[in-house]
């Protein structure tokens, strides 16, 4: 926390986040000499409840390529995986992971990336799969794959009790089992549900703080941009997920955020125009992104992003039982998955809603070239939000963390002319 | 007798590939066409209900593509563009259900896609799992596939017995055994059955309903010993990377005209089941447990107990072939990660093998034809 | 009298347009660029103000569209092309809905209102297929000039399928059909072909509602037009100013500007 002149404390959540990051990449960088297992998982689907129960340090490959992106590597990580024989139409985080193998692990981050005693591959994203196959081939670490029934269609909710929930539900449980049994296998260790709970009751006080965090954006001004303060909010809290620490930090972020509100202080200035943003940032341009549209006045108020990059944290609304915290791991990431994480292909409505709901005059799909999670069918999805609710919309597309897809003239251009579009209708609409 | 046994052979192969390049639902079976997306799917619950399963195979290299540049991402593989251009232009407005599966992140997009823009077809995602190595696996392809069976029930408004189930699952075993009984041909004397050939008598049932498959097949097989081979001498190779999105047949022949295929993955999801499904007990519970436990392999399917390179050199060696050509279908990500993996197998184990990148929608060859031919030449002065 | 100027700096050309203020022209200049979009910019600003009669301080506003318009150092304001180009199509054809612009860098299609508002548009500017460039690579692959193009496809008999999809291989795709001794009208009416389906496609993402005006440089080709409103199926309207859209739309916004009396960027005042 720091002084501000009138004497008024001012929160500091940044500080305690980037401390937390740090920390964690420090102990990634020990954990082989200290022992302790290591496990490389995803952010969508992982049951790291149950990894933490077991002790297991967390590596997030996903951050790791991101990161090479943020820290301007990527080109040379990305040239070593195509060199080796990738193809570059390959995701680009996975060749960006191919590219750290090849660099003896020594990631940009200063971290020396252990190789993984476990690697957890769920289904929310089949590349997941792929990218596992390649640990087992380079470190010999089985893949476990933990399949997740996402949504069978737009309008199906899971209903407790009710056939398809409960087959659902049931599949996940078997296959928590067998993770465990796994967990056991490597560490030695049984397994704990005491400390499992623990873990839940942890998750349970983020989940609350994470919705509370992202309702508090529907204010006017927005506090945060979700594209550019919730991607540091995100790192934070994907990598501390479980702990007392991860909770400390939200709470930070959470007053943080409402101290803001209550200063009347919005993340952008003048603030004109609020946005939903459907896609993943470009992490080599992430800053420049976000700038194009704040020097017009628009925020990133929501992003669907910031539901699936964050776990399924929002969970929308769902809690962990800690009594039955196996059990309740099981029905939670299945009704997680299906509410939120494999809401992908099905975004429409959603979108449409968050539109509502954050007061926003449009939604700027960003389309991922190497990416066909996120960018196969966004322009039908845009398509449909266009025509069927009539709202503004804008279609941009770059990468993830390949520099070449980024064209800064062709970008700035969609842009200027989305908010010479905005800034018509809302002449229009005043004029009515 | 040659002359006779050529020319009825020559119709059937006609009438297959007629019925292959079909887009269109005809009008009698209109509503009555399930439509699913590759790989596999377990059509024998859509046959008991009395509807054909359509298998939706890509528009191949003769549709033009008006429509769907407007939907589908650029990075995305042909057939996801094409199978949308076949929705938006009306060719499939005759189907009564869509189904696509989870073998990749693109297919998934399908059923949005659909669900977005035909409604009325009831789309939906048939979620087979990536993990089949779970003893919890069976049970839940079980659930999966009753909930399937409901939602056809829902349809035709009446109960799909077990009695109708187990019916089908006979005609669908006994056309598996021809489908094999074509590719141990292909395999043990490839001058009397090409692969083009095999393919077309293959593809032909996705058109039709099982029994005249099977019928179809029967009488193929029936007039291919009898015919006049010339023998030839040219390269065995295996030829994979079929899996979804298909070859033009130009392809096929292109690699045909200088080297035997002698197994390959193409349609495999028609034979995705490698042997009988067992015919008592609960036939759900036995399509279900087949799917896990005596089930063909692709990029698409990850499965602990059939390691990728392991699974190439098993089928190389099964095959009798002395080499690999290793396709994969341009922006086809999980194509595009096996293909390397499998060549740095291949180049440890020191099999020679050509790598081929193709579009469904190619229509030019001379490039590839020049590939393949060197290719070729290089295995016959071995 | 009022008089504003609007001037279009793409990457290769630069235009100009003096417009008074009943919005008739009374000049309109264009240049290649050579040198730089800055000093072209102004080159072709110069040029205008020469063929109007007029001098730099008669000038009210000056509104500066195209990739080069934040180069554009004596610019009042900046508005994209995308706009300016529906603002354009609009004023000439008040019943367009639905604007095309095949310019020699990119494409758009632009989704109009009532008001001649920009609603909604779509661009092809990563891939040079569906734009003038895929003319270019014809024109140097035939050796012909560009404006020879057009008028040569319209003799096709028999046009030839163009399957590439890319304009680095169609020069060699085009040679290879000349190589087999396909006539140029049918290679050319298949290239034309080729740009009119993609541009359809283009059109369609934001929706086909009539009346549909077709600008930029490429609306000056018949062979196009022809072609377009047969793919599209409907008439388009081609405005006989197509080349200058951009620069007309960015002075009919620097006249709403100036009757608004806003002032200029720059601290001159303007003579009343």
Known sequence: MAETPSGVLRVDARAAGQRLVNQWLANIHTAPARGQPVAYIFVMGNAIEILRSFGFEMVFPEINSLQTGVRKAAPDFLAKAEDYGFSPDVCSYVKADVGLMLSNMEHPSGTHMPTPDLAIASSLCNVYIKWAEIWERRFGTPAFVLDIPGKRFESWRPLPGTPQYEADKRWVEGQLRDLIARCEDITGKKFDPDRLAEVETHVNEMVRLWTEILQLNQH???????????????????????TPEGVEYMRLLRDEVADKIARGEGRVPNERFRLIFSGTPCYVNMRRLVELFESHGGV?????YLTYAAG??????LFYDPSRPLESLAEVTTLASQLGLSNHFFSHHTLARQVKEYAADGIVYHGIKSCRTVATSMADNREYVTSRYGLPTLYIESDLIDPRYWSDAQIKNRVDAFFEVLEQRSLLDGGQ | MAIEIESSLIEILARCHELSMRQEITDDEADNAIGYFPVYFPEEIVHAAGLRPHALLGGGNRIEVRYADARIGSFVCSICRSTAELGLNGALSGLGGFFAQPICDAAKHMAGVWGRNFPQQNPQILALPQNVNSPAAVRYVYDEYQRLRSVLEEKVGHDITDEAIHASLGIYNENRRLQRALYTIKRDDPARLSTVEAYLLVRAGTRLRRERHNELLREALRLLPERRVRPMDKPRVLFLGGFCEQPPLEMLETIEDVCFIVDDDLLIGQRWITSDVPEDGDPVWALAESYIQRSAA???QYDARKHKEDTLMTLLREARAEAAIIAAAKFCEPGLDDQLALSRRLDAEKVPYLVLEFEEKMTSFEQMAMQVETFAESLLFE | MLYVVGVDIGSTQAKAVALDERAQIVGQA?????????????EVFDQVLRVAGLSESEIAFTVATGYGRYRVTFGDAQVTEISCHARGATAEFPRTRTVLDIGGQDTKAIRVGDAGEVMDFAMNDKCAAGTGRFLGAASFALELPLSDLGPLAMQATAPVKITTTCTVFAESEIIGHLAKGHRAEDVLAGMHYSIATRCASLVRR???TPEITFTGGVSRNAAMVTLLQQVLGMPLNVSAQGHFMGAIGAALYALDHARAGHPRARAEEVPS
Do not use: K
Not at chain 3, 30 to 35: G, Q, S
């Open chain 1, 300 to 304: 990133f108020a929501a992003s669907d």
């Open chain 3, 30 to 42: 264009l240049l290649d660029i050579e040198m730089n979009m800055g000093s072209a910019a102004q």
């Open chain 1, 220 to 242: 006017r001004p927005a506090p945060y941009n979700s594209m550019l303060d919730g991607l540091t909010y995100i790192g934070v809290l994907n990598a501390w997920r479980g």
């Open chain 1, 312 to 317: 399924g944290l929002d969970s929308s609304g």
């Open chain 2, 298 to 300: 692709s990029p698409v």
């Open chain 3, 206 to 208: 934001v929706g086909l």
